[in-house]
C-alpha cells in the first residue's frame, strides 16, 4: 500500500493523543488548572492534528461530514463519530478540570472509553479488509492498541506504567510482523484463484503455472500507485530494527535510567516521548509500504 | 445506504468468455467512450499526450501466460496466452458497499448493480481498498470513486434501438466474449452458459460472492499429427534460381549499385 504522509502522520498522532486522553480521563495524571490546560493542549493538538491530517487524502474533503452517516456497516464512520464523542465528552471534562477543579469522574471514564474506542475504530478501518492480509489479522487492533496505551502513558508522565505498556506494545509489534510476514501465503490467494487459470484447464492440466504476460497498459495507474507500493521494502528489516529501537527500547532506557537531577529527568522523559513518536512513525510506515493488496496479483506484483 | 440487501430480485451481471477473448481491448475502448460522457463524472486523463500518461477506465484486459504441465500425451505442451478482461463483478457480499463511511456506495434491491453516487462520495478510497478485483479507481481530476455502472444508462434505455440496450462492452465485443443477462434466474441464456462451461468466481476465497462469472479457456494443444495438406504446394522448388532466372540474378548482381546482399544490410 503506498504510504501517504497524511495517513501516516493521522495514526501515529492520533493515537498517541487518543492514548494520553485515555489516560487524562481516568485521573492520570489528576491535574487541574494551568497544568491540565497543557496536558489537554498537547492531547487535543496530536488528537484532532491527526484527524486533520486524514483529512488530506479525501477527494473531496468538503462532503467529509457526510462520512458520519453510515456507522451500521463502515468503520470509517464510526471511527468519526466516536473521535468526535471522545473529543466532546473529554472537552466537558478538560473544562470542569481547568476552570472549576472539578474532576468529574464518570464524565473521565466516559471520556477514556471513547478515546480508547477511537483508537479501536481506527485499527478496525484497516484490520476489516481481506484484501490486505497482513492487516487482516487480530493481531492489528491489538498493536494499534498498545502503541496508544503505551504513548499515551509516556505522555502522562505515569513511568512506571509506561516501562511495562512500552515492553508489552514492543512484543506485540515483533508478534505482528512475525505473524504479518506469513499473512499473505496462509490467505491462500494466488494468482490461481485471482485468474482462476491454472488449475481450471481441465483436470489433465491442474500442475499448469500461471504468469502476467501483459499489463493492461503501458504506464501505471490508480491501482498501482495505491495498492503495488514496492520501494523501499527492502529497508524493511532495518526499518524495523529502526522502529523497535526508537519506538519502544530507548524510550524504556530513558525511563529506566536512574536520574537525582529533576531537570534532567524531564528531559529523559523528553528525549523518551521525542525517540517514541519517531520510532511509531517509522512502524507506522512499515504497516502500510509493506502491505501488499491482493490486487497485484493480477499486475504479477506484490 | 450501505446496508447490502439480503436478496435482490435479479442479479444482472456479465459472462466473460477466456476462451474467445482475443485482447483486443475494444471494450475498453467503448467503456472508456461510453462512461466517460453519461452517468457521472467524466473518465479523465493524466499527461495524456506527455511521457507518463495515465487514466481513469473502468474495465481493463490482462494477459496472462498458461504453462500446462507436461502428461506423458503430451510431454512439452505449449503455453496458451490467456487475456483477461476485468470489471466490477457486482458482487453479491460486496465489501466496497459496507466499508463506505457516507453511504454513496450502495447495491441495487432491483438489479443488483452495484453504483457510486458521485454527490455523496468524498473520495477516501476505502471502497478500492476493500475490493480484491482492483474495480475501482479514483478519478484523479474529479475526487471521486468511478466503476463500471453495467451500463444502467444502457441497459434500460428507451431512447436507444433495442440491440443497444446491452452494455457498451458487451456489444463492441468482436469475438462475442461478453455476454450480459441476469444469472439471478437459472434459465437466462448467461445462466446456461454457466452452466455448461463451468463458468467461475475469481477469489472465491474473499467471500464477496461476484455475480459475474468468467468461462474457463479450453485447453489448445489438442491436435496430434497435425497434417498440413498445403505443405507439398508451399515448399521452395528451389533455393538457387536456374535457368533465365539464374542468369537474370547474375546479370544484375554484376550491375553496379546496390546488390541484394546490400540491400538487407545495414545500408539503408
Ligand atoms: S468487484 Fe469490487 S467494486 Fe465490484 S462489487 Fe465486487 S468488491 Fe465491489
Ligand atoms: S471513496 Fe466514495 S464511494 Fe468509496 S468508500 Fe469513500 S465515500 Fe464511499
Ligand atoms: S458494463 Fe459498461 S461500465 Fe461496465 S465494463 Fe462494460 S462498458 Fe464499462
Known sequence: ?302 | MTELPTNTAKKMGLVIDLDTCVGCHACVISCKGWNTENYGAPLSDQDAYGADPSGTFLNRVHSFEVQPAATPSQPDPAAQLIHFPKSCLHCEDAPCVTVCPTGASYKRIEDGIVLVNEDNCIGCGLCAWSCPYGARELDLAEGVMKKCTLCVDRIYNDNLPEVDRVPSCVRSCPAGARHFGDLGDPNSEVSKLVADRGGMDLMPEMGTKPVNKYLPPRPKDQLEEQIDVLAPLLAPVTETPGGFLGWLDKALDRLPGQTSDQSSGGQA
Open chain 1, 1 to 302: 500500500m503506498h504510504p501517504a504522509p497524511s495517513v501516516i502522520l493521522f495514526t501515529t498522532l492520533s493515537g498517541l493523543g487518543f492514548g494520553l486522553l485515555t489516560f487524562l480521563g481516568l485521573g492520570y495524571p489528576g491535574v487541574t488548572g494551568w497544568v491540565a490546560f497543557v496536558f489537554y493542549a498537547i492531547a487535543y493538538a496530536l488528537a484532532v492534528g491527526g484527524l486533520l491530517a486524514s483529512t488530506f487524502h479525501l477527494g473531496r474533503p468538503e462532503r467529509a461530514l457526510k462520512a458520519f452517516s453510515q456507522w451500521k456497516t463502515s468503520w470509517l464512520s464510526r471511527e468519526g463519530l466516536c473521535a468526535v464523542a471522545a473529543l466532546m465528552v473529554m472537552g466537558l471534562f478538560a473544562l470542569g478540570a481547568i476552570f472549576l477543579q472539578q474532576d468529574w469522574r464518570l464524565l473521565g471514564i466516559l471520556g477514556a472509553a471513547l478515546s480508547l474506542a477511537t483508537v479501536f475504530t481506527t485499527s478496525m478501518i484497516y484490520t476489516q479488509l481481506k484484501t490486505i492480509p497482513r492487516w487482516n489479522m487480530a493481531l492489528t487492533p491489538v498493536m494499534f492498541l498498545s502503541v496508544s496505551l503505551a504513548g499515551g502513558a509516556l505522555l502522562a508522565g505515569k513511568e512506571s506504567w509506561a516501562i511495562w505498556l512500552l515492553l508489552l506494545a514492543g512484543a506485540v509489534q515483533l508478534a505482528y510482523w512475525g505473524k504479518g510476514d506469513g499473512a499473505f501465503a496462509a490467505s491462500g490467494t494466488t494468482m490461481k484463484t485471482a485468474t482462476g487459470l491454472g488449475g481450471n484447464l481441465g483436470a489433465k492440466q491442474s500442475g499448469a503455472t500461471v504468469r502476467a504476460f501483459e499489463p493492461p497498459h503501458t504506464g501505471s495507474n490508480y491501482l498501482l500507485r495505491e495498492f503495488v507500493y514496492v520501494v523501499g521494502r527492502k529497508h524493511a528489516f532495518k526499518l524495523r530494527a529502526i522502529a523497535l529501537t526508537l519506538g519502544f527500547a530507548l524510550p524504556i532506557l530513558f525511563l529506566a535510567l536512574p536520574m537525582e537531577n529533576l531537570l534532567i529527568k524531564h528531559l529523559m522523559a523528553g528525549f523518551a516521548v521525542l525517540s517514541h513518536m519517531i520510532g511509531v512513525a517509522v512502524s507506522r510506515w512499515l504497516f502500510f509500504a509493506q502491505a501488499e493488496h491482493v490486487v497485484g496479483l493480477y499486475y504479477g506484483k506484490r
